[in-house]
């Protein structure tokens, strides 16, 4: 099995900085895609960003040019940088990866969530 732990949530104010973690760990024989997903309190899970293999990234056009996410293959963890935050970016966010177990069969894992909260 794959399992993934998030860290670095919390409270912070507008125009504030966050940093996620999500570190994945387990059956792991390959990573393709991790990524972020948010929800906010009665609205569906959205995609907010994205990165693969290769080191490509996609960004939900939201949080273009304040969000960055990065990885450390090494450590097999994902990483998003939030600046500049809006209240309008209080969500849930999950962590999703994608890849091949050592059983040679492909996952697709979420974490548990950790709460952003962005107030004054």
């Known amino acids: 099995q794959v399992q993934l732990v998030e860290t670095?949530?919390?409270?912070v104010q507008p125009g504030?900085?966050?940093?996620?973690s999500c570190a994945a760990s387990g059956s792991i024989l390959s990573i393709n895609t991790m990524g972020w997903y948010r929800q906010a309190p009665g609205k569906q899970r959205e995609p907010v960003a994205a990165i693969i293999m290769g080191g490509s990234t996609n960004y939900a056009d939201s949080v273009k040019g304040r969000f960055t996410i990065s990885r450390d293959n090494a450590k097999n963890t994902v990483y998003l940088q939030m600046n500049s935050l809006k209240p309008e970016d209080t969500a849930v966010y999950y962590c999703n990866v994608q890849g091949?177990?050592?059983?040679?069969?492909?996952y697709d894992v979420w974490g548990q969530g950790t709460q952003v909260t962005v107030s004054s």
Request: aromatic share 6%.
């Open 100 to 106: 091949v177990n050592t059983g040679f069969r492909r």
């Open 8 to 11: 670095g949530g919390g409270l």
């Open 16 to 20: 504030g900085s966050l940093r996620l």
